[in-house]
C-alpha cells in the first residue's frame, strides 16, 4: 500500500506501476487516509456487510491460523540477533534484487500463510481488477487470478490500486484504492471486500470504507496489528490531487476486532518535513519490531528519480511519528530510479523489503515497473538496509 494523470493523478496512477509484499511475523499498517469512513453512518452498508459475512461463513469456514502481523522480536520465535542486525550492505547502488518482471506491476504487497507467498499488485497489463499470483517459494509464481473479480459499483471499472490483505478470524479482508465513479475531478477513496481465502474471490462492500473528500481523497490502505493484536488502519490523505503543493498526511484508526469498521477518530500522525519529499507522504506501513514502532513510507512524486522510501520513528499506533533521517533509507540507484511503494514482510530467513522502481533499465524511464525487493535490518538506530543473503 495508487496514481493519476494530473499532478496527483501522477502521485497514485502509479499504481498502476507498483507491487507490494507483506508477510507473517511482521507488524504491518499501511497509509490510511480517512476521516470519513461511509459505512459508520450507514445501516444499510451495515447490514449488507454482516450479509456478506453470513453469506461466506455459510460457504466455508476456515480454522483461525496464526496472527498476521504479529510482532517481531518476541522470543518465542527464538530468532537471533543476526535475523535483526545482519551486516549492512556494502554497495549502495545494488541494494537489492529483481524478484519478479514482466508486466507492469505497482504497489506490491505480500500476504504470507502456511509456507505459501502472495503477491498482490494494483493492476497491471493484465486483465484482472486486483492481480494476486501465489507460490511456495517467493518469486516463482504461478498465473494471476483476480482477487476481486466484481468490484463496487461505487468504483470507477479498471481503476484498482494498491492492495492490502490482512485476516481477522477465519475471515479475511482486502483494502484498496479506487476513483469515485462519477466524480470531477477524479477522487480517490479507499473500499474494503472480504473472503473466506487469502487470495479470494473477494466480496466488496458497495460503498467506501474511507473517504476524506475534503481532502482530496484517501489511498493506499495498510493495516497493522499491534502486539496484542489490536488491528489499526493506516492511510493517506491525497491532498496532492487538490494542489500539488499541499502537504499530504498520513493517518491512523483503530479497526473492530473483524476488519468491518473504524473506531473513535481518524489522528493524523505523520506529514512531509523534509525537502526530499516535496510535500508527499505516501504508502505507509508500519512495523514493530524488538518493541520499536517504525513507519515505512514512500516521499516525492511517484514518476520522477528523486522518488524513494523514508522511515519515521514513532511514538505507537496512533503516532507521532518523526523521521529517523533527513535522507531516504532507499533513493535511486543503479538497479533502478524512484523507488517507491514498498511493503515489509519477514520469513524465517530475516526481515525484507518489496518495491517498485519508477524506472528499471536506465535510462530509459517508466512502464513496465517490476518488483524489487531488499533485506533489512534494525539496530540501535532503527532499519538499514543489509547485504542479501
Given at each position: ?29 499501511l ?30 469456514a476456515?480454522?483461525?491460523a496464526s ?34 518482471s514482466g508486466p ?14 502472495y ?12 492481480p494476486?499470483?501465489s ?13 476481486l ?6 468504483a ?13 478470524g477465519?475471515q ?19 473500499g ?21 473528500l ?28 487538490l494542489k500539488?503543493?499541499i ?7 483503530p ?47 511517484f ?14 499506533p ?17 538497479q ?54
Open positions: 500500500m495508487l496514481n493519476h494523470a494530473r499532478p496527483h493523478a501522477t502521485s497514485r496512477r502509479r499504481g498502476a506501476v507498483v507491487t507490494s509484499v507483506a508477510a507473517v511475523v511482521v507488524a504491518v499498517a497509509g490510511v487516509a480517512g476521516v470519513l469512513s461511509l459505512h459508520a453512518p450507514n445501516a444499510g452498508a451495515r447490514t449488507a456487510k454482516e450479509s456478506r459475512v453470513a453469506h461466506l461463513s455459510r460457504e466455508s476456515l480454522s483461525p496472527t498476521l502481523g504479529s510482532a517481531v522480536g518476541t522470543t518465542a520465535l527464538g530468532l537471533r540477533t543476526s535475523y535483526y542486525e545482519p551486516t549492512p550492505l556494502s554497495d549502495p547502488q545494488n541494494p537489492g534484487a529483481i524478484v519478479n507492469d506491476q505497482p504497489d506490491p504487497f505480500v500476504f504470507v500463510q502456511n509456507g505459501r507467498y503477491l498482490f499488485t494494483s493492476q497491471d497489463q493484465v486483465p484482472q481488477t486486483v494476486v499470483r507460490g511456495t517459494v517467493f518469486g516463482q509464481w504461478g498465473a494471476p487470478s483476480d482477487a473479480p466484481d468490484p463496487p459499483a461505487w470507477t471499472p479498471h481503476a484498482m490500486w494498491a492492495p492490502d490483505v490482512a485476516q481477522f477465519n479475511y479482508m482486502m483494502y484498496f484504492t479506487s476513483d469515485l465513479a462519477g466524480s470531477s475531478p477524479p477522487t480517490m477513496c479507499i474494503d471486500a472480504i473472503s473466506t481465502n487469502p487470495a479470494g474471490p473477494y466480496i466488496p462492500s458497495p460503498t467506501p470504507f474511507i473517504c476524506q475534503s481532502m482530496g481523497g484517501s489511498i493506499d490502505p495498510r493495516v497493522f496489528f499491534d502486539s496484542n493484536g489490536q488491528p489499526t488502519m493506516i492511510w493517506k490523505s491525497d491532498q496532492n490531487s500539488s503543493n502537504p499530504t498526511e498520513i493517518w491512523s484508526q479497526l473492530s476486532a473483524d476488519g468491518l469498521h473504524l473506531l473513535g477518530a481518524p489522528t493524523e500522525i505523520f506529514s512531509p518535513d523534509e525537502a526530499w519529499q516535496n510535500a508527499i507522504v505516501e504508502a505507509p506501513q508500519m512495523v514493530l519490531v524488538n518493541g520499536a514502532y517504525y513507519l515505512f513510507y514512500s516521499g516525492g512524486w514518476n520522477q528519480a528523486s522518488y524513494a522510501i523514508g522511515v519515521a520513528s514513532c511514538a505507537g496512533q503516532g507521532p511519528c518523526h523521521d529517523t533521517s533527513a535522507t531516504p533509507l532507499l533513493g535511486s540507484n543503479l533502478g530510479w524512484g523507488p517507491g511503494e514498498e511493503s515489509v514482510f519477514s520469513n524465517d530467513a530475516g526481515i525484507w523489503m518489496v518495491y517498485s522502481p519508477w524506472c528499471s533499465s536506465l535510462p530509459n524511464p517508466g512502464e513496465p515497473r517490476p518488483v524489487a525487493m531488499a533485506h533489512l535490518g534494525f539496530g540501535p538506530s532503527g532499519p538499514y538496509l543489509a547485504q542479501p543473503l
